[in-house]
Every structure is written in C-alpha cells, then in structure tokens.
C-alpha cells in the first residue's frame, strides 16, 4: 500500500512556504489565535493537496507547477488574508483572481497535452478548450464559495468578499483570465507542430 506521503517530493522554494506555514501555525496555537490558525491548516491542506494526488494519477505535474500552487495560496490566504495584504494593496483581490484563472487554465493544457501525448485522448481542440474553460471556472466558483463560507462563519480575520460587487468583480476577473488563455491554447492546438509549446 502506498502512503499519501511516502514519495512526496518538494523542491527548495515549496518546502520554505510549508516550514513558514508550518511556523505560524505554531505561533497562532501559542497566542490562541484560532481563526488565523484555521486559516494556515486551510492553506496547508490546499496546497499540500496536489502534492499528494499527483502520486495517484498517470500524468503528474512537475514541480515548478505545484510550487506555483504553493505560491498562489500563500499569497491568498497568509498573505492576504493574515498579513491585510488584502487592505493594504487594493489591487491585490483583482490581480491574484486574474493569476488564478490564468494558471488554473495553463494547468488544464499541461495535462491534456500529456493526456495527448500519451495517447489516451483524443478530440477536437474546440472540446479540449471548451473543457478546460468550464473546469478552471468552476474552480474559481469553488474558491468564491469557500471565500464567502469563511465569511458567514466569522472565521475570516479579513473580510474578502463584503459585497456583491466585489464576489462578481472577482469571478469576472478570473474568467477573463482563463477564456484568454483558453482561445490562445485552441489556436497552438489547430497546430499539431505547436502543441509542444503549451507546456515549454
């Protein structure tokens, strides 16, 4: 049987962000800080997520991609959401929202080139593209619930999602990131000689 931790491999730069995650935790246990220790555990868990389902599917992820991941919830959730990264820069909320369903989307064409290459798929780009939108959108749909559950709950230190406007400004944001991405990935994919390309 193989253990969810047995194989985990994590480069320099991950391994720094889950040691300060790892560190703060304990300082917010020590000052019964809950609501910021909840938020670290969170963090933790969505970003030590891929690391441990990249060992159960065919087609793994490289490093740079998950450290990525490590990167963008660090971002979001510690620095954001702890640290007032969130007042403090204005844009912050707009720009991390563009990055996500920028890099949700990129995912997604890693992992339909190499399920390409392996050859075990095989549509037309428009249906790849169409995929890849829908699931990178639903994923920002998740991450805006999840936002708004925090909120409700009162486990947020930072409230980040205080309207409407906001909620809405974000998924907007988020697919326009990802629809960018996913017409500029249908175009490489008409292109059987630029397909390589998506993941260079």
């Known amino acids: 049987m193989k253990w969810p931790f047995q194989t985990l491999e994590i480069n320099w730069a991950a391994g720094g962000l ?4 790892f ?29 441990v389902v990249s060992q159960y599917v065919a087609v793994k992820p490289n490093q740079t991609i998950l450290s990525g991941i490590v990167v963008f919830v660090f971002s979001t959730l510690v620095l954001g959401e702890i640290h007032k990264f969130y007042s403090v820069f204005i844009w912050w909320d707009i720009f991390l929202h563009a990055i996500a369903g920028v890099g949700l989307a ?23 593209s169409l995929m890849i939108f829908c699931a990178s959108v639903t994923a920002l749909t998740i991450w805006e619930v999840y936002e708004f ?13 205080p309207s409407l406007f906001d909620t809405m ?11 960018l991405i996913c017409v500029g ?15 260079t």
């Open 169 to 179: 400004t974000d998924i907007a944001v988020g697919l326009a990131g990802a629809l």
């Open 18 to 21: 889950f040691a300060a995650l």
């Open 106 to 128: 990129l995912l997604g064409y890693v992992w339909i080139y190499n399920l390409i290459h392996e050859g075990v798929v095989a549509a037309r780009p428009v249906l790849y």
């Open 23 to 51: 560190l703060q935790a304990l300082y917010f246990i020590a000052v019964g800080a809950w609501s910021e220790v909840f938020v670290v555990v969170a963090a933790s868990v969505f970003s030590l997520a891929p690391y």
């Open 149 to 161: 559950g925090i909120d409700q709950l009162g486990w947020s230190t930072n409230r980040m999602q």
């Open 185 to 199: 990935g249908y175009l490489l994919l008409r292109k059987k000689n630029s397909v390589q390309h998506l993941i």
